[in-house]
């Protein structure tokens, strides 16, 4: 909801001192999941350096939606943002709080390609297998700005 792209830098900018963002992925717009009335998504990828631990990382995050304007809770309501935590190195978490890697990770490609475009070789700690593999070769992603969009704040159209 809003202003994607502006929503989106100003995450990043809002990020604790705890957290150095070392390169953001191109920008994607996909359909949402499950599919929703428009506006389509924007999806991206931030790899980070921290020294938080996974559940102040989430909590943080959480924070971020809030001062954002993040107020309904519903599952899968229209929302001004959603900051998750797809994978934290190689970790694998599963508890009621957090999961790592993010559960649906493995059937997102608006998450996977962003995460590719970091780094080609990631491989999903739990499957084992490369990210790359579980890509769709028709993903349904249009990719509306490249690498270092989060510099140059341009409104939506």
Same mark, same amino acid.
């Given at each position: 909801?809003? $202003?994607?792209?502006?929503?989106?830098?100003?995450?990043?900018? %809002?990020?604790?001192?705890? #957290? #150095?963002?070392?390169?953001?992925?191109?920008?994607?717009?996909?359909?949402?999941?499950?599919?929703?009335?428009?506006?389509?998504?924007?999806?991206?990828?931030?790899?980070?350096?921290?020294?938080?631990?996974?559940?102040?990382? %989430?909590?943080?995050?959480?924070?971020?939606?809030?001062?954002?304007?993040?107020?309904?809770?519903?599952?899968?309501?229209?929302?001004?943002?959603?900051?998750?935590?797809?994978?934290? $190195?190689?970790?694998?978490?599963? $508890?009621?709080? +957090? *999961?790592?890697?993010?559960?649906? +990770?493995?059937?997102?490609?608006?998450?996977?390609?962003?995460?590719?475009?970091?780094?080609?070789?990631? *491989?999903?700690?739990?499957?084992?297998?490369?990210?790359?593999?579980?890509?769709?070769?028709?993903?349904?992603?249009?990719?509306?700005?490249?690498?270092?969009?989060?510099?140059?704040?341009?409104?939506?159209?």
């Amino acid at each position: 909801m809003g $202003d994607r792209r502006t929503n989106l830098t100003t995450a990043i900018s %809002l990020l604790p001192p705890d #957290v #150095v963002v070392e390169a953001v992925s191109p920008l994607y717009e996909s359909a949402p999941q499950p599919p929703a009335p428009p506006p389509l998504y924007y999806n991206a990828a931030a790899r980070i350096r921290t020294t938080l631990a996974p559940h102040d990382l %989430l909590s943080y995050l959480k924070f971020i939606e809030r001062r954002l304007g993040r107020t309904d809770t519903t599952h899968w309501a229209p929302r001004p943002i959603d900051l998750d935590i797809a994978l934290y $190195d190689d970790r694998v978490l599963d $508890d009621a709080d +957090l *999961v790592i890697p993010h559960p649906l +990770l493995h059937e997102r490609a608006f998450v996977l390609q962003p995460l590719l475009d970091l780094d080609p070789a990631l *491989v999903h700690p739990r499957l084992g297998v490369t990210l790359a593999s579980l890509l769709p070769p028709d993903a349904g992603l249009v990719r509306v700005a490249e690498a270092g969009w989060q510099d140059r704040l341009v409104t939506d159209d």
